[in-house]
């Protein structure tokens, strides 16, 4: 079975620009989590969607951030603009029931 | 004082020692409990859940101690491939997994 999938794997990007993550959660699952993960704070959960709907984005940083879930098997988080901090290994993961959560690869962005 | 903490480490092991990591947690109304391992550069796998009354898979042992409000983890016989960083997650019983940090442990031939 495939497992979450992620694109880009790797992204470089300069400071102000508009960055794009993209996912796909397995297949039959309708939970779906994006996480960012830093040396400093660990894992961090920036947004939490169920069925399609976000349930709750308390851990996005700033208005720069924005997640879309447009249907059962694609999600996107948006970065505009981007900012050297924002430099951090991106997850998606997904789950069913809530409990069990898997991981997909990781975007590991750089913004200079 | 952090949700969840976790000793960072490295645990520096020969191959076939034992040993333990702690998580310990401020959230006393936490329900559930979850071991993560992750391999550098990689994603976190799901390595075990945490009962109540606590649970082995073969060489790994989790265990909760609700009145001292942490988990943990014993790896027997260790072996090379057991190299990695070892995640805790707490949450309440729905999707709000606090993670911890990290534990790094090297197996040491």
């Known amino acids: 079975d495939a497992g979450v999938i992620q694109s880009p794997r790797h992204e470089v990007t300069e400071m102000g620009q508009e960055v794009t993550l993209r996912c796909k959660p397995i297949?039959?699952?309708?939970?779906l989590f994006w996480y960012r993960q830093t040396m400093m704070r660990g894992l961090e959960l920036l947004i939490y969607f169920n069925n399609n709907v976000p349930i709750d984005d308390s851990g996005m940083p700033e208005d720069r951030f924005s997640a879309k879930m447009p249907n059962a098997s694609f999600s996107t988080l948006k970065i505009q603009p981007s900012e050297p901090r924002d430099s951090a290994v991106y997850f998606c993961?997904?789950?069913?029931?809530?409990?069990?959560?898997?991981f997909g690869p990781g975007t590991r962005l750089t913004v200079l | 004082r952090k949700e969840v903490e976790q000793d960072p480490g490295p645990f520096n092991v020969p191959e076939g020692a034992t040993v333990a990591f702690n998580c310990t947690y401020s959230n006393s109304a936490s329900q559930s409990f979850f071991w993560y391992r992750q391999d550098c550069r990689k994603e976190p796998k799901l390595l075990m859940s945490?009962?109540?009354s606590g649970n082995e898979d073969g060489r790994f042992t989790a265990q909760l101690n609700r009145a001292s409000q942490y988990i943990s983890l014993l790896i027997r016989d260790s072996k090379l491939s057991d190299s990695a960083t070892y995640l805790c997650a707490v949450g309440p019983g729905t999707y709000k997994y606090i993670f911890g940090t990290g534990t790094r442990l090297k197996v040491l031939a």
């Open positions: 945490v009962y109540s």
């Open positions: 297949s039959g699952h309708n939970s």
């Open positions: 993961a997904s789950s069913f029931p809530v409990d069990t959560q898997y």
